[in-house]
């Protein structure tokens, strides 16, 4: 498991109920916490936010942390999406010490329910799902009784054996708990705990035609697994009291009966009575969090699939070259609150670029190329540079770099008529080529439409590396890449998906796909030294000047290069809003 907290982690409210809990002996001291995704989507940094608290909680605590897919509604889950999430995990950094699916628990479900209709505290509805709302209520207006509330319990124990035996069509019944339509709190105006479905389960095929509700089937899995601490987001807190109520009247500690079928299977755990705890979402500016909105964007191909390197889904990410601990170490900085906030992008930003800072190697690519001839060498003129992979660790070794007398080099990098405060190259003017020395522009050569498409100059020998002048100063360094001997590749320049910091925000009619931004990927033709072409796929490496890259892991190869940018070197979002 990833292990790259601080010594002593900065204190949350959550840490400090979990240690008061274990110094009182609490759930017998033991810490057990669970991430319970549902199958229906790839996972993104929202639930990244919850890995790591979840699995971080548990290690802390020498506890162990489940992965359990709360698959209960076929219609929107697939293999992929369980396949994909538990990729995702691994590549977090965590690992979970045991997997279950809310379908392992389908038959203690069902025993559950029919204890309820015989305690009299549940019932078969035959209301549709349009008059079940209107029923319900409202927030300050209390809820009607169905007339099918008062059904006796042998009517309903029948009714729900042939709901389980497929003899009645898809919504035309559904059983409810009975709780109170009075209630203030809306989740207790007795909510569904099974609806028909006539559909196959990714786990358990054809066996069942009706399936569990969330809030039944979620609370009840937690304490099959002996869940100690079960952390949810802020928005499950009005539920809490229908959790309380399910477990309450269930007693799953103390009836073996209903927990049967999990020890003849040999997934039977001390059943536990879970203590919810609620935290804030983890929102961030520039981002949209939600499943159903991320699909749209794949289903309409305004993006390309799941792990189209602007998503914010982990697989995304992980193709765009963010690192785990990039992801780790941002969530650790922001913290829990139950306070809702939305964070600035800019802040993961600056996490990714600092864990690549330390990291990666340096390589030179360009990316706009403009010819430089050095006039004054030999045209065949060649030889071998030694540059350093990293500047700041010797560790990282050296590489050879080759050099020539015409070379590639940005064509931002050169204005023939400069603007005030402009200090790369400037017609007659002098700049550093980068582990070369000073060159001065002598001439321009252009095309017929006035385009500049060559840039002859002079190289001061005496400023080369080694000789005294090579510490004479000018004010900028040009990067550069031996034309003879750079490789071409494609470069995709990934920016924010949208260019508002809000895109949710629908306030004035508009939706996220009003704030798509347009220049979110640009795709270059440029040049890359040879050791940059080397790269295995998802090498990661700083492109000096220009940001930090990855080698796409799909697309990638030594003879036709195709690099990501991850991030840039330093927040051009925070420089553009100042303007």
């Known amino acids: 498991m990833a292990n790259d907290l601080p010594a002593s982690p900065p204190q949350h409210f959550i840490r400090?109920?979990?240690?008061?809990?274990?110094?009182?002996?609490?759930?017998?001291?033991?810490?057990?916490?669970?991430?319970?995704?549902?199958?229906?989507?790839?996972?993104?940094?929202?639930?990244?936010?919850?890995?790591?608290?979840?699995?971080?909680?548990?290690?802390?605590?020498?506890?162990?942390?489940?992965?359990?897919?709360?698959?209960?509604?076929?219609?929107?889950?697939?293999?992929?999406?369980?396949?994909?999430?538990?990729?995702?995990?691994?590549?977090?950094?965590?690992?979970?010490?045991?997997?279950?699916?809310?379908?392992?628990?389908?038959?203690?479900?069902?025993?559950?329910?029919?204890?309820?209709?015989?305690?009299?505290?549940?019932?078969?509805?035959?209301?549709?799902?349009?008059?079940v709302r209107a029923y319900r209520g409202t927030l300050t207006q209390p809820g009607r009784d169905s007339p099918f509330r008062e059904r006796g319990i042998e009517e309903n124990l029948d009714l729900f054996k042939r709901m389980r035996a497929g003899e009645f069509a898809d919504g035309s019944r559904t059983l409810?708990?009975?709780?109170?339509?009075?209630?203030?709190?809306?989740?207790?105006?007795?909510?569904?705990?099974?609806?028909?479905?006539?559909?196959?389960?990714?786990?358990?095929?054809?066996?069942?035609?009706?399936?569990?509700?969330?809030?039944?089937?979620?609370?009840v899995s937690d304490a099959l697994?002996?869940?100690?601490?079960?952390?949810?987001?802020?928005?499950?807190?009005?539920?809490?009291?229908?959790?309380?109520?399910?477990?309450?009247?269930?007693?799953?500690?103390?009836d073996a009966t209903l927990t049967a079928p999990l020890r003849d299977k040999g997934l039977w755990l001390p059943p536990s009575a879970p203590q919810q705890i609620e935290f804030a979402r983890g929102n961030i500016s520039y981002t949209v969090m939600s499943k159903r909105k991320l699909l749209a964007l794949v289903q309409d191909q305004l993006v390309d699939g799941w792990d189209d390197p602007r998503m914010p889904?982990?697989?995304?990410?992980?193709?765009?070259?963010?690192?785990?601990?990039?992801?780790?170490?941002?969530?650790?900085?922001?913290?829990?609150?139950?306070?809702?906030?939305s964070i600035d992008l800019g802040v993961l930003e600056a996490c990714v670029r600092e864990d690549l800072d330390a990291r990666v190697p340096r390589r030179m690519a360009v990316l706009d190329p403009l010819k430089l001839v050095i006039s004054n060498l030999p045209t065949d003129h060649f030889e071998t540079l030694t540059f350093a992979n990293h500047p700041k660790d010797a560790g990282f070794g050296a590489?050879?770099?080759?050099?020539?007398?015409?070379?590639?080099?940005?064509?931002?990098?050169?204005?023939?008529?400069?603007?005030?405060?402009?200090?790369?190259?400037?017609?007659?003017?002098?700049?550093?080529?980068?582990?070369?020395?000073?060159?001065?522009?002598?001439?321009?050569?252009?095309?017929?439409?006035?385009?500049?498409?060559?840039?002859?100059?002079?190289?001061?020998?005496?400023?080369?590396?080694?000789?005294?002048?090579?510490?004479?100063?000018?004010?900028?360094?040009?990067?550069?890449?031996?034309?003879?001997?750079?490789?071409?590749?494609?470069?995709r320049l990934y920016d924010r998906l949208f260019n508002v910091p809000d895109p949710d925000d629908e306030s004035n009619g508009e939706t996220c796909r009003d704030h798509l931004n347009p220049d979110s990927r640009r795709v270059l033709n440029g040049y890359v030294e040879p050791a940059a072409a080397r790269a295995a796929p998802a090498d990661r490496c700083q492109f000096e000047r220009l940001g930090y890259f990855i080698a796409d892991p799909r697309d990638h190869a030594p003879t036709r290069p195709v690099f990501n940018r991850i991030v840039t070197l330093r927040d051009t979002w925070t420089q553009r809003a100042a303007i």
């Open 16 to 131: 400090q109920i979990v240690a008061a809990d274990r110094a009182a002996g609490k759930h017998g001291g033991a810490v057990v916490t669970r991430f319970p995704p549902e199958p229906n989507g790839y996972l993104h940094l929202g639930h990244a936010k919850s890995i790591c608290l979840n699995f971080g909680i548990a290690a802390e605590n020498g506890g162990r942390c489940h992965l359990r897919f709360d698959d209960t509604n076929p219609a929107r889950e697939d293999i992929e999406y369980v396949q994909a999430i538990q990729a995702d995990v691994r590549w977090l950094g965590f690992e979970w010490d045991t997997l279950r699916h809310a379908s392992d628990y389908f038959e203690v479900f069902y025993r559950g329910a029919e204890k309820l209709i015989r305690m009299g505290l549940a019932y078969v509805d035959d209301l549709d799902a349009e008059l």
């Open 176 to 219: 409810r708990a009975r709780i109170d339509m009075a209630a203030g709190n809306i989740n207790l105006r007795d909510p569904a705990i099974y609806r028909i479905r006539k559909m196959p389960h990714q786990n358990t095929g054809d066996a069942w035609p009706i399936y569990p509700m969330y809030d039944y089937a979620h609370c």
């Open 225 to 254: 697994e002996g869940i100690t601490h079960s952390l949810c987001t802020l928005e499950f807190e009005d539920h809490r009291p229908l959790y309380d109520w399910f477990l309450r009247q269930l007693d799953l500690p103390g």
């Open 313 to 341: 889904t982990l697989s995304g990410l992980r193709r765009r070259g963010y690192t785990p601990a990039a992801i780790r170490a941002f969530w650790e900085r922001i913290g829990i609150s139950k306070q809702n906030s």
């Open 399 to 491: 590489r050879a770099v080759p050099f020539a007398r015409t070379l590639w080099i940005e064509r931002e990098d050169f204005m023939e008529q400069p603007v005030k405060g402009f200090h790369r190259l400037v017609p007659d003017g002098e700049v550093r080529l980068r582990g070369v020395g000073i060159v001065r522009c002598q001439q321009i050569i252009k095309d017929a439409h006035g385009n500049v498409t060559e840039l002859h100059c002079t190289l001061d020998a005496g400023t080369r590396h080694g000789m005294p002048g090579a510490e004479r100063k000018v004010k900028g360094t040009l990067h550069w890449v031996s034309a003879a001997h750079a490789v071409a590749a494609e470069v």
